[in-house]
């Protein structure tokens, strides 16, 4: 049962584009949602979260924004750089578990 | 402050035999928790644990199996080794206490465990 799920496998954006990487969950008991970012040879490195109380949140290029209703978030990269090349895990958190899930990731291509 | 640091790096085993990987947290977290990723199936949760005990589990055969010390380090164990375990396997360390972004967790570089 795979309740954080990303269904976009890879995305590639040229540089300079807006990149839009989509996450759907089926949990109503998250209560914060994250964003990861990894390289290869790394492990993943927090980029952004927001509260399940917010709408929206915005972190210079990163945004994030959470649908609740449609349980659905996204994370909008303005500009896209080819430094931003990576695979970006979606996480959902419960704090009463203190338990995440992670999604099964995108691979982000941004062309030079 | 010193990152997460998982050992060994690498790591090549036969079938059959068992494995323990190490992880250090974050000075002051006390909640580590181990993902295994193989390409095509994201960061799946193995475990977590918070102050030496097991508090989170996921949905891993008992081959798998893990332990944390007083001093939050955690040690992963996988015995009888298959084919399948082959993958990276990440720890990740976090407050574990505090609600929301404060309990952010910070993964290591991971260990890469090929099985042959």
């Known amino acids: 049962d795979q309740q954080v799920k990303q269904n976009s496998p890879s995305l590639s954006v040229q540089e300079g584009r807006i990149s839009i990487l989509n996450c759907d969950y089926t949990n109503s008991m998250f209560d914060y949602f994250l964003w990861y970012k990894k390289y290869p040879a790394e492990g993943p490195t927090f980029l952004i979260s927001?509260?399940?109380?917010?709408d929206k949140n915005e972190d210079g290029r990163f945004t994030v924004f959470l649908n609740k209703s449609a349980k659905h978030l996204s994370l909008h990269i303005v500009p896209s750089q080819p430094g931003d090349s990576a695979v970006y895990f979606c996480a959902a958190f419960t704090s009463g578990t203190y338990k995440y899930i992670f999604g099964t990731g995108t691979r982000l291509k941004v062309l030079a | 402050k010193a990152g997460v640091t998982q050992t060994p790096r690498y790591l090549i085993k036969t079938r059959g035999q068992q494995v323990t990987l190490s992880c250090s947290p974050i000075?002051?977290?006390?909640?580590v928790s181990w993902y295994q990723q193989t390409p095509g199936q994201g960061l799946q949760f193995l475990f977590e644990y918070f102050s030496e005990t097991q508090r989170n589990k996921g949905n891993f055969p008992g081959r798998f199996s893990g332990r944390q010390f007083s001093n939050s380090r955690s040690e992963m164990n996988v015995s009888t080794l298959e084919l399948g375990d082959s993958a990276l396997y990440l720890c990740?360390?976090?407050?574990?206490?505090?609600?929301?972004?404060?309990?952010?967790?910070?993964f290591g570089a991971g260990t890469r465990l090929s099985v042959l």
């Open positions: 000075s002051g977290h006390r909640s």
């Open positions: 927001i509260s399940s109380i917010k």
């Open positions: 990740a360390s976090s407050p574990g206490d505090r609600g929301g972004v404060k309990n952010i967790q910070y």
